[in-house]
Every structure is written in C-alpha cells, then in structure tokens.
Nanobody, 124 residues
Framework: QVQLVESGGGLVQAGDSLRLSCAASGRTFSTYAMGWFRQAPGKERVFVAAISGGGARTDYTDSVKGRFAISRDNAKNAVYLQMNSLKPEDTAVYYC?????????????????WGQGTQVTVSS
C-alpha cells in the first residue's frame, strides 16, 4: 500500500513558477514509477510527466516539455513537479500517482495509487 499526499498548489500569474510535492508512505517507494496527471474542469484526467523508480528516466507530455521538470528523492519518499513559465491552460487539479510499470506511464489505468490532488490556477 502506498498513500500519496500532494501539496504546493496555488494561484499564480502567467509566467510564474510553482513546485508541487508529493509525499508517499511505504517502504517500497523506490520500486514505483511515479506520475503527475492533471484534470481541468470538464475534462479528463491526463498525463503530464512520469519518472522511473530510480529516477533515471523521465517523460513529459508535449505541452509541458521545456517548462516542467519531474524529480524524486527516494530517501525522502517524495516526488516533485517543478513548473516554470506557467500558462492559463495549465490550470487544473494536479494528481500524483504510483505505478508498478514505467513502460505504460501514459495510461491512468496503469497507476494503482493516487493522491487527493492539489489545485493550480494560473491567471492571465
């Protein structure tokens, strides 16, 4: 079992930065690939970024490449999403999630554990 708790969301202006954090419970955190998803009002929850268990591999959806960076600290059981140059279209609830498979990281159904989400609002 893994419990995930996100933090770091808020209201910012376009061009600002935010760093989301996700704290995980459990002694096997490093065995899980971790992902960040987001869900805008009235839309589906979609993939944003993922990182492999050891942290060597990362992946991003095209719309955030070059602006967002995912990282993890397995000693602290934490994963982070650094978001720079934020745009109004980044407004969403952001969720972190844990998966046994990095290979299918883009698919929501591959993630076994989810946090409760943190709201990010970017004003223009």
């Amino acid at each position: 079992q893994v419990q995930l708790v996100e933090s770091g969301g808020g209201l910012v202006q376009a061009g600002d930065s935010l760093r989301l954090s996700c704290a995980a419970s459990g002694r096997t955190f490093s065995t899980y690939a971790m992902g960040w998803f987001r869900q805008a009002p009235g839309k589906e929850r979609v993939f944003v970024a993922a990182i492999s268990g050891g942290g060597a591999r990362t992946d991003y959806t095209d719309s955030v490449k070059g602006r967002f960076a995912i990282s993890r600290d397995n000693a602290k059981n934490a994963v982070y999403l650094q978001m720079n140059s934020l745009k109004p279209e980044d407004t969403a609830v952001y969720y972190c999630a844990a998966s046994n498979s990095y290979g299918r990281r883009w698919f929501r159904d591959e993630y076994d554990y989810w946090g409760q989400g943190t709201q990010v609002t970017v004003s223009s």
